[in-house]
């Protein structure tokens, strides 16, 4: 070790160092003084500036959103996510069930408990609202009498036939103005037929009015129209087969592929799906605030506003799938409200966990603090120690909660950092008290408390300013909930340091008082008399227990060779595993795996993995007429990234191939008046081919069937991505496409945004990432 001295004595270093423990000492003696003759006047004074420090939990803010809590607050993702929010809100909120069979899930009685499921649904009245109120509702495309779907007619098929397409009960001035268009002919032009265009718009727009809707729910059993009956009828290979060949749905008359709900399939030598694990089933809930009746609230978990009821609805729609049932089936579910639920239960689970572990630790402080005997006894004194812990928690959650600083699930555990560390201080302080030499034996009660903490002080001081020191550093990050964490963490040791030098060290000293005045250690108003304690209990079983078996042990020979060669093995195979690292990032995995949602996403994963994350590009503060080039280059220059790219399903495609087809207009090439837009677009978008891009907009105006589009305030597409095998793929497939998104050129202040779920992780992995990088360079750097 090199000294610290120089020729002519200590350096100025060692000096100061000297110094400072010096002023620390002094320091603490007088405190330890203070505190042996003012005890009453300490404890009433922390528990008075304790309770004004908790009085700050009144602005206690709980954060459980993923990208509030792992994402960088200056990233794109968030500031994105809180645009969309503001000026795009999804307004749709999906529910979930997948549905396990121990064996098989393609039979009748499977399908039977999957339909009750179903019909319990539907029963749930939550403040009088019925999933009837609720859901997402969708015309119904019924062909032919009774609703059934038909095969379309050949062209030489007689023009009486035509009720097998559009019904007997079809409007007939809708049929005749189909049939007078003497340039179609016979029915063979249905290659370019579309009814918004070659209809009357008003007999058209009237029969668009008339159709019915029907609430969004997505199953295999709509295959058989949820009929009890005919499912319960079905043997396996009629269901074999109708999952395998139907591709339109009966109930709502749009194509399905209804293999897709299923997971753990199996097919035979055909590829054909003859068995499967499981069934997802879908709920589609409508949430538009601004049309809600009743209290709007912040979903706990993804802090979008939605009416309370709904999220009423969702309470029962959980409980009633998670219920305990005697089926062959299991269910695991996923619901609006279920990241809001989670972090609720975790905190209840978390709470007894902790309650526990302060038992267990109360326990341990007795058997370390006290003795077996009525007076040495030291539960008072334990439980005080223990509380004045939690008092530091409770300071600490005051402070940050007053600045603001939100409250994050990884706090759950600050109790119990707080509650080791905090021991270790009483403990520091009770063995301070116990080594004190006999040089101090005939000092006063106050003046033997400012020797123990003349020593015990400046011990725990270095250890908490440690402590400190690194979670100050560790709330630098720029990750949120870690940053948070940090902070509380660090205001948490301050506080919890405080309190054990003067709160628990004035009950300490009071305790002192009690046993030099024989008193029992429980009911301080019994004094015993010439008390003498049994010798058993003046024996220290874990000093014991150390130094005769575990001391004497290890200095044995074989033993030191066995030591060595274990951690060795352990150092060997350490370095093979960081061999094999990997950085990757995922919010799940904070999630605790007991829970409901943890089991969801679990099956989800293995059952239904995802072929590629999927995205969303918005486009607004422009003129969406005057740059419809510029947004065909867009979507083209997207659509060469082929190896990050997997679809892109932009609104502009279809729309160019029916302007041009109906309206004889020549895009992308030709620029289009305003007027001319917004009539083709409000065709367009009560079209059968572009009514589903409907939604993808939004307008300064509500778009009808027979009025031109208003001005467009917003436009958006969506795109999947390539499944990728990791952060060396996806992070810098994520940078390429926001750099091709910050290239499009639709005029000053225009806004371009690239969005997707997937960033959340993303995002976060580009950081840490970086942060690896330049934790290696400096690491470097400071080697060499």
Known sequence: ??????????????????????????????????????????????????????????????????????????????????????????????????????????????????????????????????????????????????????????????????????????????????????????????????????????????????????????????????????????????????????????????????????????????????????????????????????????????????????????????????????????????????????????????????????????????????????????????????????????????????????????????PFLMLGIGIDDMFVIAQCWATLGPEVSTLSLPEKMGHTLKHAGVSITITSLTDFTAFAIGATTVLPSLRSFCIYAAVGILATYVLQATFFTAWFSLDLRRMLDSRDGFLFCIKYKNYKPNNCSQKDLFKSAFEAILGSFLFKTPVKVIVLVCTATLLIFGSWGLSMLRQEFDPIWFLPQSTYLFKYFDKSKKFYPSDGEPGTIFLSNFNHYDHLNSIADMIDRLEEQKDIIKEVDAWYTPFQKYSNTHFNTSLPGEKLSEDRFHDILGRFLFSPTGSKYRMKFIFNGTPRCLLDAPPVKISSFDFKFRKFKGSVEHVPAMNRLKKIISQAEFGDGAVVKVWARAFAGWETDEVIIKNIKKIRETTFSNYL
């Open 1 to 414: 070790m090199p000294s610290t001295e120089g020729p002519s004595g200590p350096t100025g270093l060692a000096r100061l160092g000297v110094s400072f423990i010096a002023a620390l000492e002094a320091f603490f003696f007088w405190l330890g003084c203070f505190i042996g003759h003012h005890p009453f006047y300490v404890i009433s004074s922390c528990l008075l500036i304790g309770a004004l420090f908790s009085s700050g939990l009144h602005n206690f803010t709980q954060e459980n959103r993923p990208e509030k809590l792992w994402i960088p607050s200056d990233s794109h993702f968030v500031r994105d996510s809180e645009w969309m929010r503001n000026n795009f809100p999804n307004n749709v909120r999906p529910q979930f069930a997948i549905f396990e069979a121990q064996e098989n899930i393609m039979t009748s009685e499977n399908l039977i408990q999957i339909l009750d499921v179903i019909e319990e649904i539907k029963s749930i009245k939550a403040d009088g609202t019925e999933w009837s109120n609720i859901c997402l509702k969708i015309p119904v495309v019924t062909f032919g009498q009774g609703g059934g779907l038909r095969r379309r007619r050949a062209a030489n098929e007689s023009e009486s036939e035509w009720d097998d397409i559009f019904g007997s009960d079809f409007d007939d001035a809708f049929e005749e103005d189909l049939f007078k268009k003497k340039d179609f002919g016979e029915p063979s032009f249905l290659k370019n037929f579309d009814p918004s265009v070659h209809f009357d718009r008003a007999t058209y727009c009237s029969f668009l009015s008339g159709m019915q809707e029907a609430c969004w729910l997505s199953s295999p059993l709509e295959i058989w129209n949820y009929e009890r009956e005919k499912i319960g009828n079905l043997d396996l290979d009629e269901i074999s087969t109708a999952l395998n060949e139907t591709d339109v749905s009966p109930v709502f008359g749009i194509p399905r592929d209804y293999l897709k709900m299923l997971g753990g399939v199996q097919m035979d030598q055909n590829g054909t799906v003859i068995s499967a694990k499981t069934i997802l089933v879908t709920w589609l809930v409508k949430s538009d605030p601004s049309k809600a009746r009743g209290e709007i609230t912040n979903d706990a978990g993804t802090g979008d506003s939605v009416a309370k009821n709904i999220l009423n609805w969702e309470a029962e729609f959980v409980n009633i799938l998670n219920k305990n049932r005697n089926g062959s089936i299991t269910i695991y579910t996923f619901s609006g409200r279920s990241f809001g639920d989670v972090s609720g239960t975790a905190i209840k689970n978390d709470a007894k966990k902790l309650s526990i572990g302060f038992i267990i630790m109360f326990i341990y402080v007795q058997l370390m603090l006290g003795r077996f005997n009525l007076v040495e006894q030291r539960a008072v004194l334990s439980l005080i120690g223990i509380g004045s812990v939690g008092m530091g928690c409770v300071v600490a959650y005051g402070i940050c909660s007053a600045f603001g600083i939100p409250y994050g699930p990884v706090h759950n555990i600050l």
